[in-house]
């Protein structure tokens, strides 16, 4: 290439750049703090006397026992955390921590799984193309998800699919407590393996509980946090 060649392809590179958008300036985020101990529970988004396989017996004593008993001890230990001072022993401020972040962890979890029922379980919309383009397949997620689901069956934990902030896609998750969490990751779709959100209606059997979820997966509210954590 020329000397004159090199100054035009430069002079176009110039004006190609110009036409491109400016990218977005990023934007501090807007803090909306929730004073120690002030958490609320969110009601039941769905009539659960109208729910397939999951009955308004269970989905009650799950949501009002565990759920806001979560939000109970949560706020208490925040209350707690509140009382810190430079003096606190070590050993009291770790076990704080460590309380906080299971009740934190289980109060935001239970918000995401009673949120996705409710619906008529058929996947549809972008979500629904989003875990095919990651997975594969809609088979290949929904095998993954019940393989994981069936290997806490019997004891205790959550299964997750997750958003991940590091990698930009979609993960499933599964923990065996509410401490174990993805890093950065923003949960879409959760589904508690703990036994009590399935023994008063199925005792053991597990995978008949993992069909009535699936059965009453609301697509439309997946759609609406995944569209939300896409804006």
């Known amino acids: 290439m020329n000397r004159r060649h090199a100054i035009g392809a430069l002079a176009g590179a110039s004006v190609a750049t110009a036409l491109l958008p400016k990218a977005a300036e990023a934007k501090a985020p807007v803090l909306t703090p929730v004073a120690p101990g002030a958490h609320r529970v969110t009601p039941l988004p769905f009539d659960p006397a109208k729910l397939r396989g999951l009955s308004e017996k269970l989905l009650t004593s799950h949501h009002a026992n565990n759920y806001a008993g979560a939000i109970k001890n949560l706020n208490a230990v925040e209350l707690a955390l509140d009382k810190i001072t430079a003096d606190t022993p070590g050993f009291q401020v770790n076990?704080?921590?460590?309380?906080?972040?299971t009740y934190a962890n289980s109060a935001l979890l239970h918000e995401r799984y009673f949120e996705i029922l409710g619906g008529d379980g058929k996947p549809?919309?972008?979500?629904?193309?989003?875990?095919?383009?990651?997975?594969?397949?809609?088979?290949?997620?929904?095998?993954?998800?019940?393989?994981?689901?069936?290997?806490?069956?019997?004891g205790s934990g959550w299964v997750v699919i997750a958003y991940s902030e590091r990698t930009h896609d979609l993960r499933i998750v599964g923990s065996s407590g509410h401490a174990q969490t993805l890093a950065a990751g923003m949960p879409i779709l959760a589904l508690d393996m703990f036994e009590h959100a399935y023994a008063l209606d199925y005792g053991a059997g597990h995978a008949k509980y993992i069909d009535a979820v699936f059965a009453n997966l609301d697509w439309a509210a997946l759609d609406k946090r995944w569209r939300g954590l896409k804006a």
């Open 95 to 101: 076990a704080l921590r460590e309380r906080e972040l």
């Open 124 to 154: 549809a919309g972008d979500f629904a193309k989003a875990l095919t383009t990651q997975f594969g397949s809609a088979a290949k997620w929904e095998m993954l998800l019940r393989a994981t689901a069936m290997s806490l069956g019997g």
